[in-house]
């Protein structure tokens, strides 16, 4: 029963079961040397339907010996496990469900993936969060760009479903628009720059200096300063603060209330940094296009901007700072976003879908 159950659980997601080891794990590997599954549970009730402990470290420990280490993304309370599990081979980089990590810590995880993976040829890096599958697919799918298992992102979120996925049958491996768009930035960032990752505990992420690549093939060199003070072209991914100067909503009904009813609200570094005060209404032009003057509010690095209708978030949509100098993916003076860019949208009365559309305007 509680194998059904867990396939249930697994909503599609490849799984291997080992008969001699008598393990029937959420678990599928990307390469042989990295590996995506669910949540170890150590715990009732979720030991009946996600994973176990004792199962995942069998299974690893027959396949790899010693040779793994476990990378945990989950934030939510409850999905951490004693430090002693896995013979302490295990680390937590947490970001939210169904969010994408802040880019620095997408590049302090993959920095230490790949120590880890050059300490040892043999070495095996093993990815989880919750259900092993959206956030586990934005550090697997920029794993394998950055190791050229994939050309670009188109191909490797094909091919992510594919090995995580039964015959692609259940929809896309990673599905969240604002996961996506983080391998998209990273296969930008891959590129246009040879970059020097380097990992700096006391802003709890990574430092990150770039040089423009010319073509050639990308090289890694971790834990080398390239500042040569010799007139070399360097930078530091350390986004510049843009003003956002208006947001345009098109797509808002044929209504009053409607107009009173549709809010945005943007955060940056966390914090919130705009929202729409009784004296900054919506400036209605068409009666179906809106716009919102933002004060030159400053904004830097990862930015969400979420959508809510009568103070209730109904979807959000997440971009970086860093990447609107990239004519490709925005450019610099401004950023579109449609339905099919919003996370996690919620039906609302006042919204006509087949047109929304909200632009963002910067100087």
């Known amino acids: 029963m509680h194998s059904a159950l867990k396939k249930a659980v697994s909503l599609g997601k490849r799984r291997i079961y080992d008969p001699e080891l008598k393990t029937d794990l959420d678990l599928a590997y990307m390469t042989p040397h990295l590996i995506a599954m669910g949540f170890p549970s150590v715990s009732y009730p979720m030991k009946i339907y996600r994973n176990t402990m004792e199962q995942t470290v069998k299974f690893l420990t027959a396949k790899h010996s010693t040779k793994y280490k476990v990378y945990n993304l989950c934030s939510e309370p409850g999905f951490s496990y004693p430090s002693e599990c896995f013979d302490s081979r295990w680390t937590c980089y947490p970001f939210d469900d169904h969010n994408p990590p802040p880019f620095h810590v997408l590049l302090a995880i993959l920095t230490d993936i790949h ?101 050639r093939r990308l090289r890694w060199f971790p834990n080398i300063n390239v500042n040569t003070g010799d007139g070399q072209r360097n930078s530091k991914y350390l986004p510049s603060s843009k003003k956002l100067v208006r947001i345009s909503i098109t797509g808002i009904k044929r209504s009053l209330l409607a107009k009173r009813a549709i809010k945005v609200e943007v955060v940056s570094r966390d914090v919130v940094v705009w929202s729409p005060t009784k004296q900054q209404e919506l400036d209605v032009t068409d009666k179906i296009a809106a716009t919102y003057r933002t004060d030159s509010t400053l904004v830097e690095g990862d930015v969400c901007v979420f959508i809510k209708s009568n103070n209730r978030r109904i979807g959000r949509f997440w971009f970086n700072t860093f990447f609107l100098t990239v004519p490709e993916l925005g450019g610099n003076s401004s950023i579109a976003f449609g339905k099919e860019d919003v996370d996690e949208w919620k039906r609302t009365l006042w919204l006509d879908m087949n047109i929304f559309r909200v632009v963002l305007e910067f100087e």
């Open 115 to 215: 120590h880890w993976h050059a300490a040892d040829p043999e070495n095996v890096a093993v990815v989880h969060c919750k259900a092993g599958k959206g956030r586990t697919g934005v550090v697997c799918c920029a794993y394998m760009l950055l190791t050229g298992v994939f050309p670009d992102s188109t191909a490797c979120f094909e091919g992510y479903t594919k090995l995580r996925m039964v015959d692609g049958r259940w929809g896309d491996g990673l599905t969240v628009p604002g996961q996506r768009r983080w391998v998209v930035y990273f296969e930008e960032f891959l590129r246009r720059f040879d970059f020097i990752v380097i990992t700096d505990d006391a802003v709890g992420g990574a430092r990150v200096e770039v040089t423009e690549n010319s073509g």
